[in-house]
């Protein structure tokens, strides 16, 4: 039988070759920043993202997750884009939702992953998370020696930046935990200052007011003295990590995720407020950006319509369109006075 550093090493070695660019060993027992993620909690800090308070224990210790669990495969993937392709400054749609859908991605590598430990320890078992389950992902990461956490709160990975997706395979195997990563944020304090909303602080995030959180979490209306913050932002943001200096040359991501396909079908606010239900789904299937539902895409697509730059002639035809909304509202009234006043 292989020892624990040959299994270790055997079962890294496979996820490289599987596709997954870094990979580290957590221990399953209780996760380190429990008690700040608690606090995080109790502070109402989540907003409206209830299901962040469901299932606390199971959060906490990924051993209750899965029992009998011994140890957490933690797994990286780069999905940065080529240079020449990043986006612009206040782009519509964050560079998450670029290429195809990372947790139909993700699953499937880690299912093929879990296929090939079986070769090297049979009878292996395990459960394979992609952003689905009570996991404190970037925390348990963290201790598998991935990468750390900065002040914008995003896992910063050497070599590939934050612009990472993480997974996690939660397994009995005994295998040897990684020594977690010093942290390398500089305390330079870019990512505070890029934040639009000023969700970021020196001491951690409010939820409540991040665009990420706003345009693809939050249901129903957005807080007023936002609305000029968003921008022309329709899913995500991306401005934290924009602003990070160890984001500054990474190299070009996975294949699967890089942009193969203009994100929504190239739409912007103004065919966004004409669409229907089909148009959505028929525009969103198979991208991280289905994340952001109908109604809330047409949400967003109101204040991107009251926050265009637009030339005169665009302006008074996004005017048009909002008025022949059928749910007038607030927001449509106030896109339609930015339009009409700029």
Request: aromatic content about 6%; charged content about 25%; overall charge positive.
């Amino acid at each position: 039988m292989a020892s624990q550093d040959e299994l270790t090493a055997g079962v890294k070695a496979l996820a490289r070759e599987a596709g997954f660019a870094r990979v580290g060993i957590a221990a399953a027992g209780a996760v380190a920043d429990g008690p700040a993620f608690q606090e995080w909690l109790a502070g109402g800090l989540h907003g409206s993202m209830g299901y962040l308070a469901r299932n606390v224990a199971k959060r906490l210790r990924p051993d209750r997750l899965v029992p009998g669990a011994r140890s957490v495969i933690c797994l990286a993937v780069g999905y940065a884009p080529r240079p020449g392709e990043t986006p612009a400054e206040g782009a519509p749609v964050a560079r998450y939702a670029l290429g195809r859908d990372y947790h139909k991605v993700l699953k499937r590598r880690c299912r093929g992953l879990m296929d090939r430990i079986r070769q090297i320890a049979p009878g292996f078992e395990g459960r394979a998370f992609v952003d689905s389950a009570p996991v404190l992902e970037r925390s348990i990461a963290r201790a598998a020696g991935v990468g750390w956490i900065g002040r914008n709160r995003c896992l910063t990975v050497p070599g590939l930046g934050s612009y990472v997706f993480l997974c996690e395979i939660v397994c009995a195997l005994p295998l040897r935990p990684d020594t977690p990563l010093p942290s390398a944020c500089d305390d330079c304090g870019a990512c505070v200052r890029a934040c639009p909303t000023g969700a970021l602080t020196e001491t951690g995030l409010d939820a409540r007011r991040c665009i990420s959180y706003l345009t693809v979490e939050h249901d129903g209306p957005i807080d007023r003295a936002l609305w000029p913050l968003v921008g022309r932002r329709l899913v995500g943001c991306d401005a934290c990590q924009e602003a990070c200096p160890h984001n500054a040359a990474v190299p070009a991501g996975d294949a699967e995720f890089r942009r193969a396909e203009a994100p929504l079908g190239g739409a912007g606010a103004v065919d966004i407020l004409g669409w229907t239900e089909a148009d959505w789904d028929r525009a969103t299937r198979g991208s991280a950006a289905r994340r952001a539902s109908f109604e809330k895409l047409l949400r967003n697509a109101v204040l991107a319509a009251g926050n265009s730059p637009a030339a005169p002639g665009p302006r008074a035809a996004l005017r048009d369109l909002l008025r022949r909304r059928e749910d007038p509202g607030e927001a449509i009234a106030w896109a339609i006075d930015r339009l009409a006043t700029r």
